[in-house]
């Protein structure tokens, strides 16, 4: 049985039931986060550590602000609490889903502006996308679905209602036999995955869309920009540069790699029937993935600072 935080407190996950009236179930106001812990194979006796939690919990907060909504915890709270929960249910690897939402018990209308709950949900989650595709790639559809423009989105926010075009692009690539849906803007730029920042690499030019772009500005994302800028050299790329993309340059790319805390950094084969590359991983994506994957595991001693240690479980 899988233990939960719930509004300050352990409880088994079975019980937590927002009610049939909640406010956020209906229209959508609320914000989440994914966050994950690895074991670590250096450092303080193999223990796992949590990658980036507080730009994660920033990330929460601000996605809060922005639909006004208060959470009633600190950061600091939130941290303890992921900590926690990790502990209770003895993981030491795991993703975790941070989560706040709004209901009062009562079926109320538009403005009503009920109490913020937050729960934070653990689970032994292994690679998203399978473990197939960090080796092989994964083939990508370019769904008709949109990532909203700014005018009505808000980009850069992990809102609840902001993922049903998400939702429905990735059931509709994995309905059609593709592993993942891509999406483009209204102005037909590509912008990212259902959940994933896309990379690509061309005549030796790492690009991914800029953070003005419909993108929410993924922490692995900025954790792979810095890999690869530090390693410019090892890469042999000529340049790093964050740039719009248009489906011609994505479809000609040499390589396409999509990254998130769920998706981790995954090589993109084919998108719509089209070999991208040589239709395998690349080799700017292994590197890149292996740097990443050595960073998490704290094997790279000068990233250490974007590891959380977990607290040992209560005896
Ligand atoms: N884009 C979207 C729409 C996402 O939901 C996610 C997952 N949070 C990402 C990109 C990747 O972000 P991160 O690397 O912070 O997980």
Redesign the pocket.
Known sequence: MTTIWIDGALGPLDAARPSAVAHTLHYGVGVF??VRAYAREQGADGEGAVFRLD??LL?LDRSARVCSIALPFTQAELKAACLEVLAANDFTEAYLRPVAWQDDGTLSGLGSDPPVHVAIIPSAWGAYLGDEALAKGIRCKLSAFR?GGHGSFFARA?INGQ?VA?VLAKREALRAGYDEALMCDDAGFVC??????MFLVRDGVLITPPEDAS?????????VLTLARDAQEQLALREVREQRVTRDLLLTADEVFL?????EVTPVREIDGITIGAGARGPVTAVLQSMFFDVVRGRRAMHDGWLTPLSPAPQ
């Open positions: 986060e994914g730009d994660h990330r990532r992990k993922y998400s990212e995955g259902t959940g994933e920042n993108i929410l500005p993924g922490i692995t994302r900025d954790t990254t998130g805390t769920a998706a």
